[in-house]
């Protein structure tokens, strides 16, 4: 099976913060969903409050991150499917969740993972 990542940038939500609790909810209960059919592998919102580093092989450490990632943030979700329909189900279902569109992509297959 293929493993799919689901994601979305934090601005493209369309939710006032009353709507939030609503959203949370609605969130939740599709984890839990994929989570019952097997198919969860990881999800979470990115902590936009913590400053991105990056670490180098000697273990150093620079605050900031590579230029073309200085916008990661939102939430994402790991999803391991047999298809692609199936992966663009469970896409539009988050979406539904969250109130914006989700990207789709695929992970390379990765024998060791």
């Known amino acids: 099976m293929t493993k ?3 994601s979305f940038p ?3 939500m369309d939710a006032t913060p009353a709507d939030m609790a609503a959203v949370s909810a609605a969130s939740h209960a599709v984890v839990q969903e994929a989570k019952n059919a097997g198919v ?3 999800g979470g919102g990115i902590d936009e409050d913590i400053t991105p580093v990056r670490v180098a092989a000697d273990g150093t450490v620079t605050e900031g991150t590579y230029p073309q ?3 990661i943030e939102g939430g994402y979700t790991v999803l391991e ?3 692609r329909v199936e992966a663009e ?3 539009a279902k988050i979406a539904a969740a969250c109130r914006c569109p989700q990207e789709l992509r695929a992970f390379m297959y990765d024998p060791a993972s």
């Open 81 to 83: 499917v047999p298809t």
């Open 69 to 71: 990632t200085a916008r």
């Open 40 to 42: 969860w592998v990881f």
């Open 89 to 91: 189900a469970w896409a």
């Open 4 to 6: 799919y990542l689901i």
């Open 10 to 12: 934090s601005g493209e």
